[in-house]
T-cell receptor, first 112, second 115 residues
Framework: GEDVEQSLFLSVREGDSSVINCTYT??????LYWYKQEPGAGLQLLTY?????DMKQDQRLTVLLNKKDKHLSLRIADTQTGDSAIYFC????????????FGKGTMLLVSP | EAGVAQSPRYKIIEKRQSVAFWCNPI?????LYWYQQILGQGPKLLIQ????????DSQLPKDRFSAERLKGVDSTLKIQPAKLEDSAVYLC?????????????FGEGSRLTVL
């Protein structure tokens, strides 16, 4: 079955860049996502990338996809304390009927 | 636009008791999911509905878990009898059929503690 792996914890200082990494096993993955979960809240979509793209930039967020190595990364520029949360990588084969498979999440702690 | 609504937010029960969770998806979203999120882990799919039909319930422990979406709108997830290992957050999510981005919209979750 599909598997999504992430590093569990990342600590950075405010103003630094954060890079969260993810690897997946399903070669049929066509859509890859980054979700953010704040304490006591549900998951919120941050950004997504299609498998035919290498990079996507959205304000402070940059997503890099290496399809050959099945590696996805999320870079947050100028990290703020409000970015402290758990970040989940997820993948699916299609946007219609397939479900999303999530990693275990990376806890990002931003210190002042 | 109203988001995905879930209730109750918190529930504490003793093992072998039963519990039910309710979810109302975003209006017009045909697909509804129940995920289980155990502390320190990512969400794990329990069941997926398309309108009022089940698409995938392969990971639902059917000896104790049941779910329904009778009118194709809101849904209930029931656990009977509960075990200690059922302590988790139960997340409901919905999405539009054939949405370009495939984005799932999540509710805030129902946190279950089984003592």
């Amino acid at each position: 079955g599909e598997d999504v792996e992430q590093s569990l914890f990342l600590s950075v200082r405010e103003g630094d860049s954060s890079v969260i990494n993810c690897t997946y096993t399903d070669s049929s993955s066509t859509y890859l996502y980054w979700y953010k979960q704040e304490p006591g809240a549900g998951l919120q979509l941050l950004t997504y990338i299609f498998s035919n793209m290498d990079m996507k930039q959205d304000q402070r967020l940059t997503v890099l996809l290496n399809k050959k190595d099945k590696h996805l990364s999320l870079r947050i520029a100028d990290t703020q304390t409000g970015d402290s949360a758990i970040y989940f990588c997820a993948e699916t084969e299609d946007s219609g009927y397939s479900t999303l498979t999530f990693g275990k999440g990376t806890m990002l702690l931003v210190s002042p | 636009e109203a988001g995905v609504a879930q209730s109750p937010r918190y529930k504490i029960i003793e093992k072998r008791q039963s519990v039910a969770f309710w979810c109302n998806p975003i209006s017009g979203h045909a697909t509804l999911y129940w995920y289980q999120q155990i502390l320190g882990q990512g969400p794990k799919l329990l069941i997926q509905f398309q309108n009022n039909g089940v698409v995938d319930d392969s990971q639902l422990p059917k000896d104790r878990f049941s779910a329904e979406r009778l009118k194709g709108v809101d849904s209930t997830l029931k656990i009977q009898p509960a075990k200690l290992e059922d302590s988790a957050v139960y997340l409901c999510a919905s999405r539009q059929l054939a949405q370009n981005t495939g984005e799932l919209f999540f509710g805030e979750g129902s946190r279950l503690t089984v003592l």
